[in-house]
């Protein structure tokens, strides 16, 4: 994770921390920031699509980045690349399921990769999943994290959904002028 906050992440630390422990009961203060980190890296659009195929475009179809991090039939020359691309499929697909469910289908209509959302949550899990198996050398901190990303996937998809309906109340006309009446 970066050492440099972004100007948003405390909001993000905030919101997630409330919404884990008191409607999915996930308090592990390591989950909470690495989602909340996760909010902020993907303010920009350039982190959501960092992945990169062969022919160098980047990748937004989870279909094309499993296939991109297979390091035995695929294209991915290392199981560090592998392990790079499905965190990232993790990353993705947990903040597009949590924040904009509503674009899996769009994306399921362009291509038919993954047909549903339900494929889209065992992709992300699964890619959780193998990335906690990279447990040795440096990946040794951070596997445990991964492995309860995996284990609570769907609860994590789920408190995002309801930081998502949070952030979109915080910019109702009626919350900014109660807002403005209290300061």
């Known amino acids: ?26 308090r ?30 980047p990748l937004n179809d989870v279909g094309e980045m499993l296939v991109e991090s297979d390091p035995v039939y695929g294209p991915a020359p290392s199981f560090d690349r592998e392990r790079q691309v499905r965190k990232h499929i993790g990353d993705y697909t947990l903040f597009l399921a949590g ?3 509503e674009s899996i289908n769009h994306y399921r209509l362009r291509r038919q990769r993954l047909e549903s959302f339900v494929e889209w949550m065992k ?30 996937f769907e609860e994590c998809v789920f ?17 900014k002028r109660d807002n403005e009446l209290l300061m």
């Open 159 to 175: 408190g995002l959904n309801r930081v998502k309906d949070e952030l979109q109340e915080m910019q109702h006309p009626i919350f």
């Open 99 to 101: 924040m904009f469910p």
């Open 28 to 57: 592990d203060p390591q989950v909470v920031s690495y989602v909340a980190h996760l909010l902020s890296e993907f303010c920009d659009a350039e982190q959501l699509y960092k992945i990169h195929g062969s022919t160098g475009k």
């Open 1 to 26: 994770m970066n050492s440099e906050s972004h100007p948003l992440e405390q909001l993000f630390v905030e919101l997630v921390g409330r919404h884990y422990a008191q409607e999915i009961g996930i």
């Open 123 to 152: 992709a992300g899990k699964e890619s959780y999943y193998i990335v906690s198996k990279f447990e040795y050398f440096e990946y040794a901190k951070v596997a445990p994290l991964f492995a309860q990303l995996s284990n609570k």
